[in-house]
T-cell receptor, first 115, second 117 residues
Framework: DTAVSQTPKYLVTQMGNDKSIKCEQN?????MYWYKQDSKKFLKIMFS???????INETVPNRFSPKSPDKAHLNLHINSLELGDSAVYFC??????????????FGPGTRLTVL | AQKITQTQPGMFVQEKEAVTLDCTYD???????LFWYKQPSSGEMIFLIY??????QNATEGRYSLNFQKARKSANLVISASQLGDSAMYFC??????????????FGQGTRLTINP
């Protein structure tokens, strides 16, 4: 009964490769997010989708392309991976309300290591 | 721009003691939300507690309470009767804005809490 799930949990790849991370939520939420947590544990939002529509795009390189096939799924594709892309990527989801009901619930994270 | 500051990079507390984790925020908005998350060594982000800017009462969730001082722009997390399992990174976050149903959370740098037996 996992609420927000991500695959894979670990991803090790060479520079220049293309990789994808998948996210699924079964909370019935309309809004999903991608966050990046760097080596210093700093968390920053990358993208947000509401009902399959891109709403927030936070100055992320074009090599990162999110895709939302339906409101329960949000995938992240990364082209031409660079060393600086090494981080933990978190997916999250929330209801589009204003108040305690819009708490974001996070997936377990995907640790990406680029060699 | 909205900003969250957590001034304690690390804290060490004896088991069963209460602990306060500091969080100050900066915003010019009248309506905002404040959140605390816990990140244990296993890596997941666990939601702990929420405080709305118009809430008159401090939020409480079990052993967690939020000491909200609006005039000082602080939202400290208080953990009562700490347990070994409370050892983790703790992040304070603020809802910076909301647009078309999507909200942007701004996070602080985090505080690493270690509970000693």
């Amino acid at each position: 009964d996992t609420a927000v799930s991500q695959t894979p949990k670990y991803l090790v790849t060479q520079m220049g490769n293309d990789k994808s991370i998948k996210c699924e939520q079964n909370l019935g939420h309309d809004t999903m997010y991608w966050y990046k947590q760097d080596s210093k544990k700093f968390l920053k939002i990358m993208f947000s989708y509401n009902n399959k529509e891109l709403i927030i795009n936070e100055t992320v390189p074009n090599r990162f392309s999110p895709k939302s096939p339906d409101k329960a799924h949000l995938n992240l594709h990364i082209n031409s991976l660079e060393l600086g892309d090494s981080a933990v990527y978190f997916c999250a989801s929330s209801q589009p309300a204003s108040g305690p009901g819009d708490t974001q619930y996070f997936g377990p994270g995907t640790r990406l290591t680029v060699l | 721009a909205q900003k969250i500051t957590q001034t304690q990079p690390g804290m060490f507390v004896q088991e069963k003691e209460a602990v306060t984790l500091d969080c100050t925020y900066d915003t010019s908005d009248q309506s905002y939300g404040l959140f605390w998350y816990k990140q244990p060594s296993s890596g997941e982000m666990i939601f702990l507690i929420y405080q709305g800017s118009y809430d008159e009462q401090n939020a409480t969730e079990g052993r967690y309470s939020l000491n909200f001082q609006k005039a000082r722009k602080s939202a400290n997390l208080v953990i009562s009767a700490s347990q070994l399992g409370d050892s983790a990174m703790y992040f304070c976050a603020m809802r910076a804005f909301q647009i078309q149903g999507a909200q942007k959370l701004v996070f602080g740098q985090g505080t690493r809490l270690t509970i000693n037996p």
